[in-house]
Each structure stands twice: as structure tokens, then as C-alpha cells.
């Protein structure tokens, strides 16, 4: 791969990050009137962050290969970890098949390693992503709420403002399993009044003049014949929000359809399930990386030590190498022969299915079956 004609892959200076939005514009949404317009629809993109952030080939002093990226710190458990993202990876059509698109996503990856990123998420599956250890992973379950008539609930659920912003951040602070997010973010949500390329809108609920929950949820959108919303993230008392679903669910109609993305081992989807509600895995678009998988099972210790005994977690040694990946203590092992195999075992299989490639051996079977797998929190917002 001769690359010699080429500056890169570097950041992109203020002075060409126009010439750069252009020239993505051209590729993704060349119908479109404007660079604003067009992210719109994946409104992360306009974050200073990722402006400053934006790796790239440069020809002649043209951009002509680029990638954007973002990062955010999340809690799992009370473990903080860190979680990166990437999206509009472009390369000019004169210029592909040269692997410059694969040199700058690796680039990316160095740098979310320096930057002590766990994982990093991709909005895409191309051969480009899987070929560089990025999989797809189920990020929990997706419940179908039925419009049944709810009890008398004493709420009021209106749609949320820019003047909501602190609020949305108070109650998102008291989730456990959360991004930490500034309030930039829910302000450039409400503002374009989409995420990951969907319309959306923050649903405010309050009791008593007191805000107890919130909801993302899309916009209602037709669908062969039928109305469809897609709850993606909420925080809040779960009673209350369990009411409020169903209170959607009947204003939206006899024949539409409301679903509701939770993550694994959550107290709503607790709640809907014991209701009977169907369910399906809730498998993503996008893939996911895991940059190190020493430095990733490092910071869920705690998260594992909280459910297994703590002394037999801290004497595990997680290795990687050759794509695969292990954890051993004497005779207690657990082996993984891929990075899909590491990632699906750890946070769950698209399908819902038995992995395949993955051996738990001695008290490493407890481990598996008591702490696998591990929630993430939505991310929808932070999707660029």
C-alpha cells in the first residue's frame, strides 16, 4: 500500500475543516443545500468535540479521506468507563481501494487507546469495520408495550425545551447504568430534534409539579400502515414510567406499534417483563471495538467483584493476542477464540444465541453465568 502521494492520517486544521464538511456532504448528502442541514440529522457531528477531533488523508491539500470522532465517559455499576465514537468515515471515489480509509480508522483507534477508551462505537457494519475487530453485540432487550388502558396516573407528560436542559441532566444523574454527559449534548439533541438519524423528542414527566422521569422517544412514523415510536432512553421512577408507556401506547392507537430499548439486567425492562410483555434481543446497527481487551476487563473488576468473590476476580490475568482472547487464575479459565466471540460473550449475541468459539472452564462458569453479560447504556445520543 504506497500512500506516498498523500499527508496523513493527521487532524484536520480549522483552516480546512470546511473544505472537509464539504467534502463529506458531497458523499453522504449531496441533494442537500447545506453541511448544517445535512447534520442535522446526526446532530453530534456539529459538537465542537468532534470538530476538533476529525482524522484524515489530505492530496494536494484536499481532504479526501476523513472519520469523525467523539468520546464520553459512561457508568456501569458504579464503574466509570470510557466509550468512543465514530462516524462519516468517507473517501472520495477517485481515491479508494487505496486503504486509506483503513489507515485512519486505525489511527482512530491508537488515539481512543491513549485516550483510555474501553470500547468504541462505530455506526456502521461494513467489511471496512468488521475487518478491523468491530462486531455486532445485542444491547439488551426491546419490549412491545400493547395499548391497554392504564390505572388513573396523577402525571402530566409534556414535550421537553432547551429551558428542561438541567433537569434532563439531573435525572439522567441518577441512574446508575448512565453516560456522562454535558448538558451541550442534550442541548444539540432538542435543538435539531433528531439522533442517529431518526426525529426525536424528550418527553418530560411530572407529578405533583416535580419532574420524575423522562423519556427519548422517536417522533410517531408510519410504517406499512401502522404508527410506530421507539422509546430510547429513559431515566426516572420505573412505576411511573411503566404507567406512562402504556398512556403512549393507547394515545398512538389500537394498531400501532410502541417499543421500548432497555438494556440487560434493567429494573423497566424488569417491570414490562413481569407485565408479559413481548420481547426481542434489541441488536444494533452499528459495531462495536474493543481497542484492549486487558485494559476493558481491568475496569469491569469491580463490576465483577460485586457478584463473584472478590479475591478470585482480582488474581484473574486477562491476555489478548492472535485475535484471541483469555482470563485465567490456575486451573479457572475462560477462553474466547475471536474478538467477536470476546465481545459478544461479554456484552451478548445479536441473536440472543450461544456464542460460539467461547470455553468457561472451573469457577470461570459462575463468572459467566453471573455477571455476563454486562449492561451498556444507550447511546443513541451520542451516535455521530
Known sequence: MDLSDYEGPRAVRPAEREAGAKMMLSIFRPWLPSVDEAFRYWPMGLCPEVAENVFGFFHHGEPVSLILRLE???LVGGQRLRMGFVGGVCTVAEHRGKGLAAAVLEASYERFREHGCHLVYISGGRGLYRRSGAHHLAAGQTFTVPPEKPPPLPVTVRRASEDDVPTLVHLA??????????????RVILRAEHCCGREVEFLLIVTGGLPVGCLLITTPAEHEGRAHRTVLEYAGDVHVLAGVLRILAVELGESAVLRVNTPWRDALAARLASKGYPAAVHG?????KVPSFPALWRALEGWFAERCDPVFVAGLDPVAGGGRCTVWR???GLEMDSEEAMIQTLF???DGGEVPGVRAIGRMVELV????????????????
Open 72 to 74: 464520553r465517559d459512561f
Open 173 to 186: 444523574s441518577q441512574r446508575g447504568l448512565r453516560f456522562v454527559r454535558p448538558a451541550s449534548d442534550y
Open 284 to 288: 444494533i446497527g452499528g459495531t462495536m
Open 330 to 332: 490456575g486451573a479457572d
Open 348 to 350: 451478548g449475541s445479536p
Open 369 to 384: 453465568d453471573t455477571c455476563l453479560p454486562v449492561p451498556l447504556p444507550a447511546w443513541d445520543v451520542n451516535t455521530i
